[in-house]
């Protein structure tokens, strides 16, 4: 059963923990992302990876890290340093030129 | 990254066709456009694609005049479970596409 996996469904933090958000596909894509969605409101790129090892600030990109040591992994962590966390995080993967799959998503609140 | 224009709202009835337009004046020459579809705490879901003229695949229909500086999503006979967000976006086909959502235009059919 091929698709994006995305865990936890939900998750707390508290204020200056750090947390880590897991991706996982299984579609053999190469390119993968990671948005970040306030109510109301559209998607916002935080980061993208075409290749392992390699990955690319989006649009808001401060406060967040990644990393791509499997072509299937993306993991997002949400560091201290991000003011507002708050949100809804959607994972996504590609082929090249093709459209995005895009995960169930992850809920976070800061508590 | 050309910037697209939607209604921020529709309502239709079931069985209805519904049309969307959006208005991406500065489109580029190698720029494609784009529909997803989204239901509340879910990611997004591709629709359609298209270039040029009209695109028709088994959900909707896309239709483009020459000049692309706008585009119509149209949804034949719609139904309840077609209540969602519709995103129109505009991205070059260069490679890993870099997309950006706007606030999309939330369609709610009623019975």
Redesign the interface.
Known sequence: DGG?TQSPKYLFRKEGQNVTLSCEQNLNH??MYW?RQDP??????IY?S?IVNDFQK?DIAEGYSVSREKKESFPLTVTSAQKNPTA?Y???S?F??R???????T?LTVL | LAKTTQPISMDSYEGQEVNITCSHNNIATNDYITWYQQFPSQGPRFIIQGYKTKVTNEVASLFIPADRKSSTLSLPRVSLSDTAVYYCLVAADTGFQKLVFGTGTRLLVSP
């Open positions: 994006i190469d390119a948005y109301g409101q559209g998607l916002r790129l993208y075409q989006g809804f959607l994972c996504a590609s090249y030129k459209e995005q799959f895009f995960g169930p998503g809920r």
